[in-house]
């Protein structure tokens, strides 16, 4: 069978989402999702949940991470499909990742109250549903509940983003590191949403893409929905330039907070080879 309709790109309450692995995959399903990915930022400990769910849900699955991680002094996601979740080295690769997240949060908070919010890590911990993982986004809920800001994008541009008062720089793992976690455990690497890096120059992208493959990326995301049309263009072309696969994910956080809902993307353009190919021994289907 033909998959069109993947969804490869979203998180749930393990990471910085609002809806269960089980309430996405049932949403997935909904939405008409073929083949579904949970990928919570640096952690796994989803997996299990998301593939139990997807079997009662009829949807095929693969394993799925967004790690977090420095290259050029700044931060870039990969994304890790199709991986083996038992993997030790990934295991605890993922582990040192998130390792700093609680001091920088707190950083965080103590820049906030500078600004004269009190109370911002007590505050963001309230929406957190794994104490491993406490995120930027969780920031963004608590400073929406007060009242300081619309929603979650205002935080993000008034206080939350690279140098703005509550943005706390943090080292997070190694490009090589993250790839071969990935494609140690049997997964492949895909670089996430490439047209979010904002601050890079042509320079820095074409050493981001050159650098993946040297250590043996295979795929980049092309239909995401943190993409605009030109870039679905732009990084297609990209793809085919870099001989990469291509991936397709809305990066679906929350019903509210999300632009694009699970399974709701233009289809990749034809040109390309879709990073499920790559996958097709790892898809876990349903009996
Ligand atoms: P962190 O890993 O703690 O640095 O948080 C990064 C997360 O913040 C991303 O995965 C997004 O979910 C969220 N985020 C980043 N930039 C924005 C933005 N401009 N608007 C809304 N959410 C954002
Ligand atoms: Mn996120
Ligand atoms: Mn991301
Ligand atoms: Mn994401």
Not at 108 to 130: C, D, H, R, T, W
Not at 263 to 273: M, S, V
Request: glycine letters at 10%; hydrophobic letters at 40%; one cysteine or more.
């Amino acid at each position: 069978m033909n998959i069109f309709n993947a969804d490869l790109h979203c998180h749930s309450t393990v990471s910085d989402g609002t809806l269960s692995p089980e309430a996405l995959a049932e949403r997935a399903r909904a939405n008409g999702v073929e083949l579904w990915a949970l990928t919570d930022h640096d952690e796994i400990g989803g997996q299990q949940r998301a593939r139990d769910a997807a079997r009662t849900q009829g949807l095929p699955h693969l394993t799925g991470v967004e790690i977090s991680v420095t290259f050029a002094g700044e931060t870039v996601h990969i994304v890790g499909l199709g991986f083996d979740d038992r993997n030790e080295a990934l295991r605890q690769g993922l582990a040192a990742t998130r390792g700093g997240r609680e001091e920088r949060a707190r950083e965080m908070a103590a820049e906030l109250l500078k600004v004269g919010i009190p109370g911002a890590f007590e505050g963001a911990l309230k929406y957190v549903g794994n104490p491993d993982l406490i995120s930027r986004t969780h920031f963004a809920r608590y400073l929406v509940e007060t009242g300081r800001c619309s929603d979650t994008n205002d935080v993000f541009r008034k206080y939350l983003a690279d140098g703005k008062p509550g943005y706390v720089p943090h080292r997070w793992a190694g490009l090589g590191d993250a790839v071969r976690w990935i494609t140690q455990a049997g997964g492949v690497a895909v670089i996430a949403h490439p047209g979010r890096y904002h601050r890079f120059t042509p320079t820095t992208e074409f050493a981001l893409f050159s650098e993946f493959k040297e250590h043996g990326g295979q795929g980049v995301e092309v239909v995401t929905g943190s993409h605009t049309t030109a870039e679905y263009g732009k990084y297609a072309a990209m793809a085919i330039e870099f001989d990469l696969a291509a991936s397709r994910g809305s990066d679906f956080h929350s019903p509210v907070e999300s632009r694009t809902d699970l399974g709701k993307l233009p289809r990749l353009p034809a040109q390309l080879t879709p990073v499920w190919e790559l996958l097709a021994e790892r898809i876990t289907h349903p009996a």
